[in-house]
């Protein structure tokens, strides 16, 4: 059986930094991931990050590939820009990353997501979190 390869999103990343959320997906060597330019910025530009924050981030994104922006990335942004002005300027990147290489988008942000047309999302797996009272 094959790796399914998958393009994650911000949001997943920040949950599993938290929380371990989503472990299934980035521990599991059934999965190759993948993510852009701007969710390693959008990690890395939290306001107050603290050095061992950076420092886990670096290390978790060490496990997984970036997805350079190349022409194929730029054309398909392009094209999502004029076809949903509105559209997150992120949001589009990370869209025409996935795209572009013929990734499905493992999001929590589906309502973004949805309005790109021949964009696969993956089904995400609710993350079990304790109640803050059962600790």
Same mark, same amino acid.
């Given at each position: 059986?094959?790796?399914?390869?998958?393009?994650?999103?911000?949001?997943?990343?920040?949950?599993?930094?938290? @929380? @371990?959320?989503?472990?299934?997906?980035?521990?599991?060597?059934?999965?190759?991931?993948?993510?852009?330019?701007?969710?390693?910025?959008?990690?890395?530009?939290?306001?107050?990050?603290?050095?061992?924050?950076?420092?886990?981030?670096?290390?978790?994104?060490?496990?997984?590939?970036?997805?350079?922006?190349?022409?194929?990335?730029?054309?398909?942004?392009? @094209?999502?820009?004029?076809?949903?002005?509105?559209?997150?300027?992120?949001?589009?990147?990370?869209?025409?990353?996935?795209?572009?290489?013929?990734?499905?988008?493992?999001?929590?942000?589906?309502?973004?997501?949805?309005?790109?047309?021949?964009?696969?999302?993956?089904?995400?797996?609710?993350?079990?979190?304790?109640?803050?009272?059962?600790?």
């Amino acid at each position: 059986m094959g790796e399914t390869q998958l393009l994650v999103d911000t949001d997943v990343l920040i949950a599993y930094l938290n @929380r @371990r959320a989503y472990r299934s997906y980035l521990e599991l060597p059934r999965y190759r991931v993948y993510y852009s330019a701007i969710t390693k910025k959008e990690l890395l530009s939290k306001r107050g990050l603290k050095s061992s924050e950076r420092k886990a981030i670096f290390a978790l994104l060490r496990h997984f590939r970036l997805v350079p922006i190349d022409r194929r990335v730029t054309r398909e942004y392009s @094209r999502i820009r004029s076809l949903y002005p509105t559209l997150a300027r992120g949001d589009a990147l990370i869209g025409a990353c996935a795209l572009a290489r013929k990734l499905p988008v493992l999001t929590l942000n589906l309502r973004h997501f949805r309005l790109i047309e021949g964009l696969i999302l993956m089904p995400v797996e609710a993350p079990s979190i304790r109640s803050r009272r059962s600790r």
